[in-house]
T-cell receptor, first 112, second 113 residues
Framework: NAGVTQTPKFQVLKTGQSMTLQCAQDMNHNSMYWYRQDPGMGLRLIYY???????DKGEVPNGYNVSRLNKREFSLRLESAAPSQTSVYFC???????????FGDGTRLSIL | TQLLEQSPQFLSIQEGENLTVYCNSSSVFSSLQWYRQEPGEGPVLLVT?????EVKKLKRLTFQFGDARKDSSLHITAAQPGDTGLYLCAGAPSGGSNYKLTFGKGTLLTVNP
């Protein structure tokens, strides 16, 4: 019963490198989300996909791009990583507007 | 942007004590959720409250949604070390997109044995 799976779990990058974070869910959920979590800042929404084929910006989209590859997968790409993007990234999914979100265990990303 | 203010930010108590965590906003929410997050893991849903004035109980945890649907509280009775974690409230904006949740910054609870 995997739920939401994120890969990798840890990554260290140098400034300017690119990276794609992967997320897959096996619950047949329609909506998927990417958040970042920083100390004292709570969870901030980067991008979301309400349904397959759609993506929308969240609160902090600058420096990121996303792809909803299919209903199961939603990836987050950093084209040119910056130290300010050092964070823990969480992917989440939910069935629809009135349902709760299910989270993965996060990707811990450090950019030097 | 609808903001959710959580208080206190940090709370350290002894096993057996009671505590209350607050989640406040100047905006109205159609529903409000509480999550608990343990170190190294993602948040896990505890409860969803939808109706103004609603009270829900989950064992020793009592959740209340304010009458005006602008605030919520989480009360823990006889806290145990297993209750340690980061508690997050999250609201779905009234009249807005229910696809997006606004999260508070969290309350980090430590229950000492």
């Amino acid at each position: 019963n995997a739920g939401v799976t994120q890969t990798p779990k840890f990554q260290v990058l140098k400034t300017g490198q690119s990276m794609t974070l992967q997320c897959a869910q096996d619950m047949n959920h329609n909506s998927m989300y990417w958040y970042r979590q920083d100390p004292g800042m709570g969870l901030r929404l980067i991008y979301y996909s309400a349904s397959e084929g759609t993506t929308d910006k969240g609160e902090v989209p600058n420096g990121y791009n996303v792809s909803r590859l299919n209903k199961r997968e939603f990836s987050l790409r950093l084209e040119s990583a910056a130290p300010s993007q050092t964070s823990v990234y969480f992917c989440a999914s939910k069935q629809g507007p009135s349902f709760s979100q299910h989270f993965g265990d996060g990707t811990r990303l450090s950019i030097l | 942007t609808q903001l959710l203010e959580q208080s206190p930010q940090f709370l350290s108590i002894q096993e057996g004590e009671n505590l209350t965590v607050y989640c406040n906003s100047s905006s109205v929410f159609s529903s409000l959720q509480w999550y608990r997050q343990e170190p190294g893991e993602g948040p896990v849903l505890l409860v969803t409250v939808v109706t103004g004035g609603e009270v829900k109980k989950l064992k020793r945890l009592t959740f209340q949604f304010g009458d005006a649907r602008k605030d919520s509280s989480l009360h823990i009775t006889a806290a145990q070390p297993g209750d340690t974690g980061l508690y997050l409230c999250a609201g779905a904006p009234s009249g807005g997109s229910n696809y997006k949740l606004t999260f508070g910054k969290g309350t980090l609870l430590t229950v000492n044995p």
